[in-house]
């Protein structure tokens, strides 16, 4: 199911990559239009659980150019308009996640799921990190802002997303794939 | 509920411009501010300008980008300009280290003795941050708008990107409409099984576990598709030589207009700032003088 090495870019990145960049598109879409009640200024955004399950079953690649891509579409559907930093920041959140992809042998077993939400976690964290301090050069907010305004809130409804959407969407992905057969 | 792009065909100098131009264009301004840390409004106000006729020249509806309009407004009053009126931090150290008049306090936790001054420093500072935030964002705002969806992966590869960066992109764009209608479909389907998509009950674990039954069937379909996009691709040889695009993309002379433009933008303002020492921070005596009085 899964035999890759970690940097391999070939056809299968390419087309996993533009499938996950739209996938990830609509439904950041779909949120920005109908968004999701939540507390505060957290937003909880569903598609990151898609870019992070893309980014664990195919890799770094696919996931860097899946949350690169896909954030600058889904401000597109939205017409927010083109926010480069914030797109690097989800192609990182991606790539990061994507480091686990090759020792994920199993989508099923409770161990590789850890993992892959764990290396989720830790992408989410470093890519929302990125976004955040690049607006103090951008916009020259300070520090505290970055962190407390716009870091935690984005960090903390994405990892509560990846959470409980990316196990689910791994068990799926296993039977869909046993049945396919690779 | 249906997914369409913003973009539509309009007879205007920003949409005849090479898609790079617009581009290297938005990135010239943004560099131009950021990298020699421009805070002088003498020098933001007429970037600002230009900005804004380029904005007004791709003449987009109103009722297209009100709602883009509303999120950056509210995102610049109410979490930059407040932040820069009560901290007046993120910019240059000048903001709160010079000596500014005390306009009112603000009490925040007066019992604590903490009540946060605003000074006139302060205030000029979340106009200028305001301002020059403005001057990145109305550039950036019109793309979706009048940038072709097809011709992005072009825009790229011409742009140095690689065959398979560039296809992705090219490949993304044509991918989006079918999950979109697929997204769509499967939302009506879930509804026509009493699916309550207005009303996600439970407490917030299970609101969003609830989303399962709208993701996982466009997600796990497109993993299918994708297998076949890729057998496809496959027996079309994709990957073993360097590929060849449909679409060309030419410079006009109104393409080195702009791009020299811009360029020229970036050269001044780190000429003024690093040759010259101008465009730092600094609040003109006339808005003390409106304030606080002579």
């Known amino acids: ?182 | 509920m249906l997914v369409t792009w913003k973009y539509r065909l309009r007879d205007t100098f920003i949409q005849r411009l090479d898609p790079r131009t617009r581009l290297i264009f938005l990135f010239s301004i943004i560099f131009a501010l950021t990298i020699p840390e421009i805070w002088d409004l003498r020098i933001i106000l007429p970037i600002f300008a230009i900005s804004l006729t380029l904005y007004l020249m791709a003449r987009i509806e109103w009722k297209d980008v009100k709602r883009g309009w509303a999120f950056i407004l509210v995102f610049l009053i109410f979490i930059v300009g407040i932040n820069g009126v009560l901290s007046g931090r993120g910019g240059p150290s000048s903001v709160t280290n010079i000596e500014s008049p005390i306009l009112f306090y603000v009490p925040i936790l007066t019992s604590f003795g903490w009540d946060v001054p605003i000074t006139v420093s302060k205030l000029w500072f979340a106009i200028s941050q305001i301002l020059r935030m403005l001057t990145m964002a109305i550039l950036a705002i019109p793309i979706p708008y009048t940038m072709d969806p097809n011709i992005y992966g072009t825009a790229f590869k011409r742009m140095g990107a690689s065959d398979n960066v560039s296809f992705t992109m090219d490949l993304a764009f044509r991918f989006l409409p079918t999950f979109a209608r697929d997204f769509t479909i499967t939302v009506d389907a879930q509804r026509a099984r009493g699916y309550e998509m207005e009303s996600l009950k439970g407490g917030l674990f299970e609101r969003i576990r609830r989303l399962s039954p709208l993701i996982i069937p466009v997600v796990m379909q497109s993993t299918v598709t994708g297998e076949e996009v890729i057998d496809a691709m496959d027996l079309r040889a994709f990957g073993t030589n360097k590929r060849t695009w449909i679409k060309t993309l030419t410079y006009a002379p109104r393409d080195y207009f702009m791009l020299g433009l811009g360029a020229a933008i970036f050269i001044t303002c780190c000429v003024l700032k690093w040759g010259l020492g101008i465009g730092g921070f600094f609040v003109p005596d006339f808005f003390t003088a409106l304030l606080v009085g002579s």
């Open chain 1, 1 to 182: 199911m899964n035999d890759k090495s970690t940097w391999e870019f070939g056809t299968r990145q390419v087309v996993y990559g533009a499938i996950g960049a739209a996938l990830y598109g609509v439904f950041s879409w779909a949120t920005n239009i109908f968004p999701l009640p939540a507390a505060g200024n957290v937003t909880f955004r569903p598609a990151v659980a898609v870019l992070i399950f893309f980014a664990a079953a195919y890799g770094p690649w696919v996931g860097l150019l899946a949350g690169f891509i896909g954030n600058t579409l889904g401000d597109a559907l939205s017409g927010w308009g083109f926010y480069w930093h914030w797109s690097l920041g989800n192609g990182l959140m991606g790539l990061v996640a994507g480091l686990v992809s090759a020792s994920i042998k199993d989508f099923r077993a409770q161990g590789d799921i850890v993992k892959a939400v764990g290396w989720g976690i830790a992408g989410v964290a470093v890519g929302m990190l990125f976004a955040s301090l690049t607006e103090m050069f951008m916009g020259g907010i300070d520090l505290n802002t970055a962190l407390f305004g716009y870091f935690t809130p984005a960090f903390l409804g994405n990892a509560v997303v990846t959470v409980i959407l990316v196990p689910v969407l791994m068990i799926a992905f296993a039977a869909v794939a046993s049945r396919r057969g690779r």
